[in-house]
């Protein structure tokens, strides 16, 4: 996984989608009067915003993730006494911070390789205080892809591949599934809560339309374009995609495409 300056998740958690998805997550995870919350892989801080935005009751927020370059983002949108920034990995989150209330992980576990997520979750568990909550969402999980929209995928891949061989490049076929592609199923994510030692374990999928202007905006993500076309220039990926993306829409008179969301959580 790479975090290239230009090419952060920025782009997509700006868009009126993303903050639609991650209301729902501020909505499942209501924190208690002076409580604490995590926002762990917080990125650009979007999460961290709506949070600060709908729980003006809370004691503190503390966005934490890996990458000083959505750091800095997520500071220069926030600067309110409330909120602090950590770097570090979702995988160490307990050595980072005290005991919160609740923890929220916004889009975030697709990041996290498959055999590392039980560990996130249960840093999560020994991270909140007695009663807290913990709650994740995901794009990226076996489900989230409605049957009626595979034709789309594969129409855009084809165009993708399409334009990258008129600049004389091509897909690079990745041998080792990308972290993305690590999918689990809804029931697997609520047995990593459940192994954790969460009780009130559930999981709910929500159905979200995704505009082009929302696929271009993933197109210029680091972590998506490598993972969608398997080559390392970024510029080359992402135009390839948005060109590709383009003709697919118009080819198919698409005006959107469905694709679900899951959520996730649990109670210490």
């Known amino acids: 996984m790479t975090f290239v300056h230009g090419y952060e998740f920025d782009a997509m958690s700006r868009r009126p989608l993303y903050g639609d998805v991650t209301q729902q997550l501020v909505d499942i995870c209501e924190a208690p009067d002076g409580g604490v919350v995590a926002d762990v892989g917080c990125g650009s801080g979007l999460a961290t915003e709506l949070l600060l935005e709908r729980s003006a009751h809370v004691g503190a927020i503390i966005g934490i993730d890996p990458s000083e370059h959505e750091l800095a983002i997520a500071r220069r949108r926030l600067r309110d006494p409330k909120v602090r920034f950590v ?98 199923t809804p029931l697997q994510h609520e047995e990593l809560f459940t192994r954790a030692g969460f009780s009130q374990t559930k999981s709910e999928e929500a159905v979200y339309t995704w505009t082009l202007q929302d696929w271009e905006a993933l197109c210029t993500y680091s972590v998506f374009v490598e993972g969608a076309t398997g080559i390392d220039d970024l510029a080359l990926g992402s135009d390839a995609l948005i060109r590709g993306l383009r003709t697919t829409f118009e080819r198919l008179e698409l005006s959107g495409v469905p694709r679900r969301w899951l959520f996730t959580w649990g109670v210490k």
């Open 87 to 184: 770097q570090g990995r979702a995988q160490d989150v307990e050595t980072l911070t005290g005991p919160v209330d609740v923890a929220v992980l916004s889009n975030v576990m697709h990041q996290i390789p498959a055999a590392e997520r039980g560990s996130v979750v249960a840093g999560c568990h020994r991270l909140l205080a007695s009663g807290g909550r913990c709650a994740l969402n995901t794009l990226f999980y076996e489900g989230a892809v409605l049957p009626e929209t595979r034709p789309f995928y594969t129409h855009w891949l084809r165009a993708t591949r399409d334009a990258l061989r008129e600049q004389g490049a091509d897909l690079v076929l990745v041998r080792e599934k990308p972290i993305a592609l690590q999918t689990l």
